[in-house]
């Protein structure tokens, strides 16, 4: 090789390597231009690249053959190169010329071995570059994945935001069904048709992906929303152009429009919106979209933190019993009281509505009764060693607790570690609507009244109450709940006045004691009066107490019946 065509190559060669590794402005043609002007100075007629990401696939002759240089007869083989990376795929260069054309000098040979071995290096990173891609980013059918959706959303976070964007999650709807009527090679040419389409509508201006089974999200600008719902509300899929066959597709959608003041901090803020809306839409009867909001997310939020800082709150012992008294309706006298669950945390209430019914959704809720429970006795036995005054104490336990064959041991067994009489505690227990269930309950209510235990059946009216539930179990208190109590004597003809007034003569004539939740004014007082209930609860009389201002109340034992106070 002369000294031209030594700078030649050298300054060519160069131009190739800046152009491989150039990943910011890379361009396909550039490379392939200077490729061809280096195999004209080695005087080639053809170079061959091949790549197998394996050796099954290149006995199937399943791999990628690439050949942009081809400029004469490929009669004679003038270098072949090959390497195997480490997971197996295969690379391969192959140099050709005519038989006519001058052989290569030795420096020749190694320039060009050199050459080869770069395009090679070069290709099987490209290539396992790109099979790693798929891998990463798409399902075993080829669709995108909640990855390639994820990377999105970052994508568009850091190129200014996600405002003025929508999110979707949708569910196809029977797609089972779907499935069997027209078999699993249809359904599946339906699924990628349906999929390519909404693809279409979005473009490039969004990104959808596959969540897995029937189940895809999107997202995209707002002003495209009304054309994806329109074509998710129902669409006509074709799957066998021969016979012109279609079947109609629609979806369950959950929907969330970005707003201005949303704060994206990981893809799983967008999750964690458009997820509960699609499963909201699937069990909505009133429509298949649903809208979520930035108040699903707070709440979402909150049953994560109440979750997270449950554990710490027992041991801290941040949750405290407040005492609401119950009151004879005749005399004024307290004859019991609730005690009710109270959260402090970091000096602050947390009311029992943004807890309970969070820990309600698994045994934590079971947890809880036991510690008021424990706590409640721990007072009870605290009153009477100190010589005052103590009445029965009514603890709410879940309905949860029913699946529980030791319950009314475990509840023995805080009495006795307390050394608190049996008759200083009730049971507040909610009606139940299952069968099963109510069988448990029954069963439960029989032992506690076999033991000595109250029992009240809380909330009695709020539910869908059989009279079964007080005619077969052996209760001792009945709460009527305050949504049946009237306002005043002016609703004593409505149908919830004549349901209460009904409710408290049964309870009288069954001998179970009638307490009425709820009551606010002296003319509610005069209500309980006239219908033979015989003990109130309610702020009339007082609010939950924390223990201090409770066992002051308890200190007088009574309050006036006499006059609106």
């Known amino acids: 090789m002369n000294t031209y065509k030594r700078d030649l190559f050298l300054k060519e060669f160069a131009e190739m390597i800046d152009s491989m590794v150039d990943y910011e402005h890379f361009s396909r043609e550039r490379l392939v231009d200077n490729l061809c002007r280096m195999a004209r100075l080695f005087r080639l007629t053809k170079v061959i690249t091949e790549f197998y990401k394996n050796i099954t696939d290149e006995k199937d002759g399943k791999g990628e053959v690439l050949c942009d240089f081809d400029e004469g007869p490929a009669e004679v083989v003038v270098m072949k190169k090959e ?6 795929a295969i690379v391969r260069v192959t140099a050709y010329s005519s038989k006519d054309m001058e052989e290569l000098d030795e420096e020749e040979e190694r320039y060009l071995a ?4 770069s395009l090679m290096s070069y290709v099987g990173r490209n290539r396992l570059q790109t099979a790693v891609e798929v891998l990463a980013y798409h399902d075993g059918n080829g669709y995108p994945n909640f990855a390639y959706y994820f990377r999105h959303l970052e994508k568009m976070n850091r190129q200014g935001g996600l405002y003025g964007y929508t999110a979707i999650m949708y569910n196809l709807k029977q797609f089972s069904l779907i499935n069997r009527d027209i078999g699993l090679e249809h359904g599946d040419v339906v699924m990628r048709a349906h999929f390519e389409t909404v693809k279409a509508l979005v473009a490039d201006k969004g990104a959808v992906c596959r969540v897995g089974g029937d189940n895809f999200a999107a997202i995209f600008p707002t002003e495209l929303l009304e054309s994806v719902i329109s074509f998710l509300d129902n669409a006509s899929i074709g799957y066998d152009p021969q ?7 629609s979806a369950y959608v959950g929907v969330f429009v970005i707003p201005k003041e949303f704060r994206f901090e990981r893809p799983g803020n967008i999750v964690e919106m458009i997820m509960p809306a699609c499963q909201a839409a ?6 298949d979209v649903y809208y979520a909001s930035l108040k699903n997310l707070e709440m979402k939020e909150n049953v994560s933190r109440v979750r997270r800082h449950f554990e710490e709150a027992l041991e801290k012992g941040e949750f405290k019993a407040y005492y609401q008294p119950k009151v004879d309706v005749e005399t004024g006298k307290i004859i019991g009281a609730e005690a009710l669950c109270r959260w402090i945390r970091d000096g602050k209430t947390i009311q029992p509505m943004e807890f309970i019914p969070i820990l309600e959704r698994n045994t934590d809720i079971c947890r809880l009764d036991f510690y008021m429970l424990d706590l409640a006795c721990k007072d009870i036995r605290r009153w009477l060693d100190e010589g005052k005054k103590a009445v029965r104490v009514s603890v709410n ?13 475990d509840i023995v067994n805080v009495l006795q570690r307390n050394n608190v009489p049996y008759e200083y505690i009730e049971i507040e227990l909610t009606e139940t609507t ?3 269930d109510y069988q448990k309950l029954k069963n439960l209510v029989e032992d506690f009244r076999e033991n000595g235990i109250h029992t009240s059946i809380d909330d009695f009216g709020v539910g869908y109450s059989s009279l079964n539930i007080i005619r077969e179990l052996p209760w001792n208190v009945m709460k009527i ?20 007034k009904h409710i408290t003569a049964m309870a009288s004539e069954m001998g179970i004691e009638c307490l009425t939740e709820g009551v606010e004014t002296l003319e509610q007082l005069e209500i309980l009066k006239e219908n033979s209930c015989m003990y109130a609860q309610g702020y009339y009389f007082d609010k939950p107490l924390p223990l201090d201002e409770y066992e002051k109340r308890m200190e007088s034992g009574s309050y006036s019946v006499k006059d609106d106070e």
Do not use: Q, W
């Not at 050199?114 to 071995?117: G, S």
């Not at 016979?243 to 597709?249: D, G, M, N």
């Open 83 to 88: 390497i195997i990376t480490k997971i197996g």
């Open 434 to 436: 299952s069968e099963g």
């Open 243 to 249: 016979i012109s066959s279609t079947v109609e597709v």
């Open 481 to 500: 709940d305050r949504s049946l109590l009237p306002m005043s004597h002016a609703e004593k003809y409505n149908s919830s006045a004549v349901v209460y």
């Open 114 to 117: 050199i050459v080869l071995r």
């Open 282 to 287: 699937k069990a909505s009867d009133k429509g």
């Open 397 to 409: 336990f879940s309905r949860k607790h029913l699946v529980n064959p030791k319950l009314l041991d």
